[in-house]
């Protein structure tokens, strides 16, 4: 990761302790929208953060201000674009969300406002979500003349079932945080004052186990739904050998037998 936190145009980097951060999106004049350069920002750090986590053991994400997350793409930005500057720009995107879904590290998104558009789709890419009671989420693409295409018609269909999905991305209709937490794209819904502090402390409490365990499952968990039961499990016997030679799994049966915290040091 970048060693200089300010060296992103639109992302706020705060470090909480050695082992978490939080990610803000950082255009708060216009609603967090997605650009051309968020999109730069993010695919940057989170490659950066995949071919090198350092100490880092979970991210939060979140918006900067409490009114949106992220209003989706900035279609201010867009207004005059060619359609090849359009495709462009696309591609950006794709790659944004490829590292936001491949990061081995846990992803929390904190929703502390609006999540519409391409923000619904950001929030989408998190490992899950903890959200504000007054969130509200949208995939209104279809009401643009385009479609979902920063991975909403894969994720939102994963979380919350194909024919909830179809209702929403084909009507374009928003919902609620806690409609978004009854049907399985939220986990909590929180006032606002107690957002970042429940997502900060659950990021405290992965960062507390063995990261590589922790990447290790977060891998497995992802990649075995895309497999059969069967070939599943052998990705997970895979996952899990990576384990046996490190000295975090000596570490946490010998900090279990003598009753003290284990102390991993992720190797």
Same mark, same amino acid.
């Given at each position: 990761m970048s060693s200089n936190?300010?060296?992103f145009e639109t992302l706020s980097i705060e470090p909480v302790d050695e082992h978490v951060t939080i990610i803000r999106l950082n255009r708060p004049h216009a609603s967090n929208a997605l650009n051309t350069q968020m999109g730069r920002d993010l695919v940057r750090y989170f490659e950066e953060v995949a071919l090198d986590p350092k100490s880092l053991r979970c991210v939060v994400l979140t918006g900067a201000g409490d009114k949106a997350f992220c209003a989706g793409g900035d279609l201010k930005e867009r207004r005059d674009m060619t359609d090849e500057a359009w495709t462009r720009q696309h591609v950006i995107f794709e790659r944004m969300v490829r590292a936001? !879904?491949?990061?081995?590290v846990p992803i929390i998104g904190a929703v502390n406002g609006?999540?519409?558009g391409g923000g619904c789709e950001i929030a989408g890419c998190c490992d899950f979500l903890y959200a504000t009671e007054n969130a509200r989420f949208a995939l209104t693409e279809v009401t643009l003349g385009i479609m979902p295409g920063g991975g909403g018609t894969q994720t939102l269909p994963r979380a919350v079932g194909e +024919?909830?999905?179809?209702e929403l991305i084909l009507t374009g209709k928003p919902f609620t945080s806690a409609e978004a937490r009854d049907w399985g794209f939220v986990n909590e819904v929180f006032p606002l004052s107690e957002l970042l502090p429940a997502a900060l402390a659950?990021?405290?409490? !992965?960062?507390r186990n063995a990261p590589i365990s922790v990447r290790q499952a977060k891998l497995s968990i992802h990649r075995g739904l895309q497999f059969s039961? +069967?070939?599943g499990l052998a990705l997970e016997i895979e996952a899990y050998n990576r384990m046996v030679p490190t000295e975090? +799994?000596?570490e946490g049966v010998l900090a279990f037998n003598e009753k +003290?915290?284990?102390n991993f040091k992720g190797r």
């Open positions: 936190p300010s060296a936001l !879904i491949d990061c081995p609006a999540a519409y +024919r909830r999905a179809k659950t990021a405290s409490r !992965i960062a039961l +069967r070939d975090d +799994r000596r +003290r915290p284990p």
